[in-house]
């Protein structure tokens, strides 16, 4: 008999193996961003199988095995506090698509749990639902399970629902029980201290419809899941799942780094190093999957995982930057099973160092700001304390819970809302109102149409016959000159806009059903659905459906688009062989006279990069490479070789576009036959876009000579203004840009002495409190700096009792932009008030904020109206804390 498997990896194959000798296909694990639009992240092991479920799609085969990849966070709160919860796991799954069901289930789930793993039946419980006779008969009668193990619970935890209509179905659960001992009495399998659910049986053979109404299914399915951490933890005899070798060496790679022991730590301590192992786990896997951390979505909640790993470090004593090593490590632990992440390396240590380099940032101003809030010893954190620091600092609201929570403080949530939606109301108000509807007549017809036949990649002309016409909006049988139109054809040459490649532009002529010619002139074509839409106008004649025309695309456009898209796949073959081979497609744009490329890329591309490109795509050029276009089975193409865009829906049979030995994709975008076609390629420019996205802007073809003859015209004007030869411009720029310094610091140092003068004619008016100067005074037309100049000036002056608060109006004129600016002698700082904290209140009065050291800060302000208003409340502030 086999040994017990014991190891993570282990537990894994055993569970395959056994199923794959059963007759069940292993499939590989789906990527965590599912094609599925209802969720953010792949939830659950039998997401990726949900289209077959929900009979959207073919099944893969009658019998599949999987071991799924997924991400939870809707109990993030509790991932290190128990003993099982996690953000990232993984799910053994055994599924029956209309093969066996219930019986064999069940038979295979016991033999495998008692015979492979060893269990023994006396540590284990089964639950069915409360109605399910069947279940219940054959766990008691076939398979042999003590009567009085086996628990009926209620449908809100053994029935399973895909919404509120659809496949539906009992559930029966396989729980170990850790104390046995306690007997068969009186079982509660909601105690988490002596029984774990670990493999869940879920048996679809109902369909439920809008009346509640169940009926059978005719093909029934099964959907099972085991958790691969909970096995570990069993097996493996350890008291929680962080404990097992799936995580635990994370663990002690995050106590070295903190120098200390996992055992010697309180709970507090070992809960940080379970969050931090737990955590590294999900953002490697995240980024392995081509996430990047941003403010939406699934970016968002990479963020706050990947910040919460570094708060938690630093709750254990790490001082320094210590995610990529945590993501080496994580790589090092799972590599094994998930080698993707060994090619990903390079992206996914550079976006965790980029990441953790600014949330550091906003983590020590979020902090210092709030520990002045926790210094104040409040009954509770208020909604606007944590506005601010979610809206100025960048400080993320779970951060300030959990640090309130510490503290025995909870949050003004209410609050927290209110000033949030205060907020969206200014950003409403501000804004431009769009319609975004668009469920127009056209997309309504399209819904009732048979998909349009694209003739396009043979013949740029075609005979076809109009399906459907709406004009200016409406529906209609029949089109006059003038009119607006949208049309469907039967057939079409013209490219619908997809892939990022614009729809074609050209003209449909023919003979009306009056007889007289009629043209017209289409200037877009999109797709709804498969239904290819016309969009243009009537130029003369009149059209109605049923009529017969020629659809001849605009030729010079088409080659425009072709040039232009081979050359999209010759850049991202560049960058992966320059740049990273981990770059992937984060979107794109094939126009007429210009390409846009977006990419995953956690920083800029050199320029010394940028001309390696631009050469290596020309002489891709050069070489008239002969593309080769053919249809293909998606795992056939993919085995080939050919990139596919991430996060992308595709076909059983998909179309790749091969530029031999440079470049393969998945592509049903227009080409040129051969890559000389091109003519010549330029990059126009590089930026960034989003967090962890880069964009190339390009032209090639034709409209390289345009962008040339536009910056010829460009350099020519700059010469003719600067007097200077081509080759002059920059040095003469340069020469114009030291003499601008110069005059702009001198212009400073005259500013920054007037204000000194303004000032000092000031002291005069400065009240004395006791040992105390006090000057409250408003000073417009001084920058910051002068500003600060001034006061610091006037406290040297006035002597340590000094308190001297300055505001005023860069530019009179523009009352949007207040300056404010504290300073206080150590006399007064010793008496109690602080510059940095009592000048930020002072322009909270303003609309703004700010703050800075004990003895000189500065803020500012976005309401110059209330100006004065503050500078009184701030004189009486100031009296009111220097009597005291």
Not at 11 to 29: K, T, V
Not at 316 to 341: C, H, N, R, V, W
Request: charged content about 25%.
């Amino acid at each position: 008999m086999a040994a017990t498997p014991r190891t993570g990896a282990e537990i894994r194959a055993a569970f395959l193996n056994f199923y794959e000798q059963r007759g069940h296909r292993p499939m590989a694990s789906a990527s965590l961003v599912p094609d599925d639009p209802t969720v953010l992240l792949t939830i659950a092991g039998m997401l990726p199988f949900k289209p077959v479920f929900l009979g959207q799609a073919e099944r893969p085969a009658p019998r599949a095995t999987s071991s799924q990849k997924c991400i939870r966070t809707n109990d993030i709160e509790n991932v290190g506090r128990t003993a099982r919860h996690h953000t990232f796991f993984e799910m053994l799954g055994n599924f029956s698509f209309g093969d066996y069901f219930k019986e064999q289930a069940i038979r295979w789930a016991w033999e495998l749990s008692t015979e492979v793993f060893g269990l023994s039946p006396k540590n284990l419980v089964v639950s069915v639902f409360r109605e399910d006779d069947e279940a219940e008969a054959i766990w008691r009668e076939v398979v042999g399970v003590n009567p009085k193990r086996i628990i009926r619970m209620d449908e809100a935890d053994n029935f399973w629902a895909s919404g509120p209509t659809g496949p539906c179905g009992p559930c029966s659960e396989i729980y170990y029980d850790f104390k046995p001992e306690l007997g068969d009495d009186g079982i509660d399998l909601e105690d988490d201290s002596r029984f774990i659910e670990f493999y869940n049986l879920v048996f679809m053979q109902y369909n439920r419809d809008a009346e509640g109404t169940l009926t059978p299914l005719a093909n029934r399915n099964i959907d099972t899941g085991m958790g691969l951490e909970r096995m570990a933890q069993i097996l493996q005899a350890v008291p929680n799942n962080y404990e097992t070798d799936l995580i635990y060496p994370l663990i002690t790679t995050a106590a070295g780094l903190a120098g200390v022991d996992y055992r010697a730590l309180d709970v507090k301590g070992q809960t940080s190093l379970k969050v931090i192992g737990d955590h590294s786990r999900a953002i490697t896997q995240l980024i392995g999957d081509g996430v990047t951390a941003s403010n939406l979505g699934r970016g968002y909640i990479l963020r706050r995982l990947l910040r919460r790993v570094v708060r938690h470090g630093r709750l254990l004593g790490i001082d320094k930057p210590f995610l990529t090593a945590m993501g080496e490590a994580s790589i090092s632990l799972m590599e094994a099973a998930y080698p993707q992440l060994v090619e990903r390396r390079e992206v996914i240590l550079a976006e965790l160092a980029r990441e953790e380099a600014r949330f550091l940032e906003t983590l020590e101003r979020g902090e210092k700001l709030l520990a002045e809030v926790l210094a104040a010893k409040p009954q509770q954190i208020s909604g606007e304390q944590a506005f601010e620091l979610y809206d100025t600092y960048g400080f993320p609201l779970e951060l300030t819970e959990e640090i309130a929570e510490e503290h025995g403080l909870t949050v003004d949530l209410a609050g927290f809302e209110a000033a949030m939606e205060a907020q969206r109301q200014r950003a409403k108000a501000a804004a431009v109102s769009i319609d975004l509807t668009l469920q127009g007549a056209i997309e309504q017809m399209a819904a009732d149409l048979e998909a349009t036949a694209f003739k396009g990649y043979e013949a740029l002309e075609h005979p076809s016959c109009v399906l459907a016409l709406v004009v200016n909006g409406e529906p209609a049988e029949r089109a006059s000159a003038g009119d607006a139109v949208q049309l469907v054809l039967d057939s079409t040459p013209f490219y619908g806009e997809g892939g990022g490649q614009v729809g074609d532009r050209g003209v449909l002529s023919g003979t009306g059903t009056g007889g007289e010619g009629v043209i017209v002139a289409i200037e877009a074509v999109s797709r709804n659905r498969s239904v290819f839409v016309h969009t243009g106008r009537v130029e003369r004649g009149s059209l109605a459906i049923g009529d017969l025309v020629n659809a001849q695309v605009d030729r010079a456009c088409r080659r425009r688009a072709q040039a232009n898209h081979t050359a999209t796949h010759l850049l991202q073959a560049a960058l992966k062989q320059v740049v990273d081979p981990g770059i992937g497609q984060a979107g794109s744009l094939v126009d007429f006279d210009r390409l846009r490329f977006d990419f995953h890329c956690p920083r800029a591309v050199t320029p010394a990069e940028l001309e390696r490109i631009e050469a290596l795509i020309n002489g891709w050029i050069a070489d008239a490479h002969t593309l080769e276009v053919q249809e293909m089975a998606i795992e056939q193409a993919k085995a080939a070789g050919a990139v596919a865009m991430f996060g992308e829906k595709y076909a059983d049979v998909v179309r790749v576009v091969d530029v031999p030995g440079v470049s393969m994709e998945l592509c049903g975008g227009t080409h040129v036959a051969n890559t000389a076609e091109i003519g010549l390629f330029k990059i126009v420019s590089e930026s960034g876009v989003a967090a962890g996205i880069r964009r190339i802007e390009a032209v090639a073809g034709p409209a390289v000579l345009a962008y040339l003859h536009e910056r010829e015209a460009v350099v020519k004007q700059l010469g003719e203004r600067f007097k200077a030869q081509p080759g002059e411009i920059v040095e003469r720029v340069s020469a114009l840009q030291e003499e601008l310094k110069a005059t702009g610091k001198a212009l400073a140092a005259a500013r920054e002495e007037l204000a000194l003068a303004k000032a000092a004619a000031l002291a005069g008016q400065a009240q004395t409190l006791g040992e105390f100067q006090l000057l409250v005074a408003r000073l417009d037309g001084v920058e910051g700096a002068g500003l600060q100049s001034a006061a610091q000036g006037l406290v040297d002056q006035l002597g340590e009792g000094a308190a001297v608060v300055l505001g005023g109006l860069p530019d009179p004129a523009d009352l949007a932009k207040v300056i404010l600016v504290a300073a206080f002698g150590k006399a007064v700082i010793a008496a109690g008030p602080k510059a940095g904290a009592f000048i930020g209140g002072v322009a909270k009065a303003c609309g703004g904020g700010g703050g800075g050291r004990p003895n000189l800060a500065q803020a500012g302000g976005r309401d110059g109206a209330a100006l004065d208003g503050a500078l009184d409340a701030a004189r009486q502030e100031l009296k009111d804390a220097l009597r005291g």
